[in-house]
């Protein structure tokens, strides 16, 4: 069982950054995938940024640019750095872990707004 918090929600201005970080309670290393996944109300969840053990980042068009997925895996923690922030980035923001089992965080509450 491996448990991830997530941390560095709030609100925040249009064209705001913010950092999340995801904590996790087992080495990150063995994991070989970490992501950062999004809920805004009544959509569906939505992957925002990916690293694998190796490092290698992947994300969607709609964030490309403006977030920034590390990892520090002495720390077993895992960052995304968000940019440029629109209202339409208002969402409750989670972290997964893909070890031999995926496990995902509570959440943190992102809003953009004026």
């Known amino acids: 069982q491996v448990h991830l918090v997530e941390s560095g929600g709030g609100l925040v201005q249009p064209g705001g950054s913010l950092r999340l970080s995801c904590v996790a309670s087992?080495?990150?290393?063995?994991?070989?995938?970490m992501g950062w996944y999004r809920q805004a109300p009544g959509k569906s969840r939505e992957l925002v940024a990916a690293i694998t053990s190796r490092g290698t980042t992947s994300y969607p068009d709609f964030v490309k640019g403006r977030f920034t997925i590390s990892r520090d895996n002495a720390k077993n923690t895992v960052y995304l750095q968000m940019n440029s922030l629109t209202p339409e980035d208002t969402a409750v923001y989670y972290c997964k872990g893909s070890f031999i089992n995926s496990y995902w965080g509570q959440g943190t509450q992102v809003t953009v707004s004026s």
């Open positions: 087992g080495s990150i290393s063995s994991a070989s995938v």
